[in-house]
C-alpha cells in the first residue's frame, strides 16, 4: 500500500498517476506517463496530401484573378503570382498543413486552368454577345498576314496561306488557345512552386 501523496513507488520508482473515473474516484495507474494535453493539437495533413475538398475553392477564386490577368497587357505574366497566392490561400485554410513544391505545382496549375476555362468561357461569350466573331477574324488574318510578311520561305508562305481560310483560321485558333493554356500551366505552376517554397515551411493554426 502507497501513502497518499507519494510522487514514486519506493519498489519500483515508477511515477504515480491518478485518473479520474466516472464515479469520482481516483485511479492510480502506476508506471504510466501523465499526458494532459494529449488531444490538444490540431491533425496535420500528412506532407504530400492536398485535400482537393478546401483546394478547389481556393483554386476557382485564383482562377477568377488570373482571368482577370489575362485580358491585360503581359498580364498573363501575374499567373506566377496568382500559383504563390493560391498556396498562401490553402495554407490559410488547413491548419498546419506544411506544403512541398510538388503540391504547391499542383495547386498552381489547378488555378492556371480554373483561370484559362474562365477567361476562355468569358470571351466566348462575349463574342457571342457582341456578334463580334467578323472582328475576331480579321485581328486574326491581320496577325496571320504579319507574320506571313516575316518569313519569305514559299513553303511557309503556303501554310499562311491555309490559315486564311476558315479551315485555317480554326485550326490558328485552336492552336493559339492550346498555346496560351501551356503557358497558364507552366506559369501558373512555377508560382506554386514558389509559393510552396516561400509559405509552405510555416505552419497555420
Request: hydrophobic share 45%; with cysteine.
Amino acid at each position: 500500500m502507497i501513502e497518499e501523496g507519494t510522487a514514486f513507488c519506493p519498489h519500483c520508482n515508477a511515477p504515480q498517476i491518478r485518473v479520474a473515473v466516472p464515479d469520482g474516484g481516483i485511479a492510480e495507474t502506476p508506471g504510466t506517463p501523465q499526458t494532459p494535453w494529449a488531444g490538444s493539437f490540431p491533425s496535420y495533413t500528412s506532407a504530400g496530401q492536398i485535400d482537393w475538398s478546401r483546394a478547389m475553392p481556393v483554386a476557382l477564386k485564383c482562377g477568377v484573378i488570373a482571368a482577370f490577368l489575362m485580358i491585360l497587357p503581359l498580364g498573363i505574366l501575374g499567373l506566377i503570382g496568382v500559383g504563390a497566392f493560391a498556396v498562401e490561400l490553402y495554407r490559410r485554410r488547413t491548419p498546419g498543413i506544411l506544403f512541398t513544391t510538388g503540391m504547391g505545382a499542383r495547386l498552381g496549375a489547378l488555378s492556371g486552368v480554373m483561370g484559362f476555362g474562365i477567361f476562355t468561357v468569358s470571351l466566348a461569350v462575349l463574342v457571342a454577345l457582341t456578334h463580334s466573331g467578323d472582328r475576331v477574324r480579321e485581328h486574326l488574318l491581320e496577325a496571320i498576314q504579319r507574320a506571313a510578311e516575316g518569313n519569305p520561305d514559299p513553303q511557309v508562305q503556303q501554310a499562311f496561306e491555309y490559315f486564311k481560310t476558315p479551315d485555317g483560321l480554326a485550326l490558328a485558333l485552336v492552336i493559339g488557345l492550346a498555346m496560351t493554356l501551356v503557358i497558364c500551366l507552366l506559369l501558373s505552376s512555377v508560382g506554386g512552386a514558389l509559393g510552396a517554397r516561400w509559405f509552405g515551411k510555416r505552419r497555420s493554426g
